[in-house]
């Protein structure tokens, strides 16, 4: 979902994450979004990081925290 995400950047994410398919999904928009609005191919690194990390945090005993407005 990421296709510049080197190897080795690759490994680092899977040794720090363990994300379900629709949580990377999730990531990889956003990093799309941000490539799209700054007119960009390059793989922000620190905006994958701080989107999995907020990924993480919205998550809660293995389940998912449903924010107001959202399903």
Known sequence: MLP???EE???VLASKYDFS???IENIARKQLV???LHD????????????CDQERLNRQDGER???????
Do not use: H, V, W, Y
């Open 4 to 6: 510049n995400l080197s």
């Open 9 to 11: 950047g690759a490994r």
């Open 40 to 51: 960009t191919d390059e793989l922000d690194m620190s905006l994958i990081s701080k989107a």
């Open 65 to 71: 925290i449903r924010i107001k407005g959202f399903c």
């Open 21 to 23: 398919g629709r949580q």
């Open 34 to 36: 941000s490539n799209i």
